[in-house]
C-alpha cells in the first residue's frame, strides 16, 4: 500500500488556502494548514477535521519558515507536495474595493512601502519557503510544487489591449504575480531532470478576503484548479501554467 501522501499548504487558514487543504485532506492526503497565525490555523485545521494538522509558517520570517521545515522533517521525514498559496493584495485591511486599491496604486502613485510588502509576502517569500522545503521534496518519491498565481500577472495577456484586466495592472499586486512567476520558472529550470514537478495555477478570480470578497468565482470553483494540479500523479505534466480546466495561460 503507497505510503500517504504529505503536503503543506501555506496561507491556508483562509480563502483558497483553506479550500485546498479541506479537499486534499477529502482525498486522503496528510495536510500541513500553514498559517502565519497558529490559531488562526489550529481553527482552521479542526474544521476540515481528520488528516489536517495547524502548522505555524510566516512566508516573510525566514525562522519560522525553518521550524516549519523542522518539524515536518521530525514528524514525516519528506514532503510530498508544496502549494505556495500564501499571498496579499494589499497592505490596507480589506476596505477597499480592488478598483480603488487600482487607481491609488498605478506606476506614477504607488506607494513604494506597500509595493516593498506585497513583494515581501508573493515574491520572497514564495523562493524562502522553496528554498527551505526543497531537501524535504528530494525526500519524495513523487514530488511536486505547486506555486498559486494569477492570470493578472501574464505579461503576455496584459500587453493585448483587449484584455480585461490590462488597466488593473499595477506596481504592487499585478506585477508581483509576474514576478512570481518568474521565480517559478527559475524553479522550473533548475528542477528539470530532478523528477520534482511544478506548475502554477491562476485560481481565477475568487470571492475571497484578497479582494474584499468582490471576486465573481466561489472558494469550490476557484480552488479547482488548484486542487486538479495539485492532486496530479507522477505521470501528470510539469512546468505549466493553467486556470481550470488544464487551460494555458500565457507567461
Known amino acids: 500500500m503507497p505510503a500517504e501522501r504529505v503536503a503543506l499548504v501555506t496561507g491556508a487558514n483562509q480563502g483558497v488556502g483553506f479550500q485546498v487543504a479541506k479537499e486534499l485532506a477529502a482525498a486522503g492526503v496528510r495536510v500541513y494548514v500553514g498559517s502565519r497565525d497558529l490559531g488562526r490555523g489550529e481553527a482552521a ?3 476540515i477535521g481528520e488528516g489536517a494538522t495547524a502548522l505555524q509558517i510566516d512566508v516573510t520570517d525566514l525562522a519560522s519558515i525553518a521550524a516549519a521545515a ?3 522533517r521530525d514528524e514525516h521525514g519528506r514532503l510530498d507536495l508544496l502549494v505556495s498559496n500564501a499571498g496579499i493584495s494589499n497592505t490596507r485591511g480589506g476596505t ?8 491609488t496604486s498605478r506606476a506614477s502613485v504607488a506607494s513604494l512601502d506597500e509595493v516593498r510588502a506585497i513583494w515581501d509576502v508573493n515574491v520572497f517569500g514564495v523562493l524562502a519557503v522553496y528554498q527551505a522545503m526543497l ?4 525526500e519524495s518519491s513523487d514530488a511536486r510544487i505547486v506555486n498559486v498565481s494569477s492570470g493578472v500577472g501574464s505579461l503576455g495577456s496584459t500587453a493585448d489591449p483587449s484584455f480585461p484586466y490590462r488597466a488593473m495592472y499595477g ?4 506585477a508581483s504575480k509576474t514576478a512570481e512567476n518568474a521565480m517559478t520558472m527559475a524553479m522550473m529550470v533548475e528542477l528539470e531532470g530532478t523528477g520534482i ?3 502554477l ?3 481565477g478570480f475568487t470571492s475571497t478576503a484578497l479582494n474584499n470578497y468582490a471576486g465573481t468565482d466561489s472558494l469550490e470553483d476557484g480552488s479547482r484548479e488548484v486542487v486538479r494540479v495539485a492532486l496530479l500523479g507522477p505521470d501528470g505534466p510539469t512546468g505549466t501554467f493553467t486556470r481550470w480546466k488544464g487551460e494555458t495561460i500565457p507567461w
Open 45 to 47: 485545521a479542526a474544521e
Open 70 to 72: 523542522g518539524r515536518i
Open 96 to 103: 477597499e474595493t480592488p478598483e480603488e486599491i487600482a487607481a
Open 135 to 138: 531537501p524535504l521534496l528530494r
Open 171 to 174: 506596481p504592487g499586486y499585478a
Open 197 to 199: 514537478k511544478i506548475n
Open 201 to 203: 495555477v491562476s485560481p
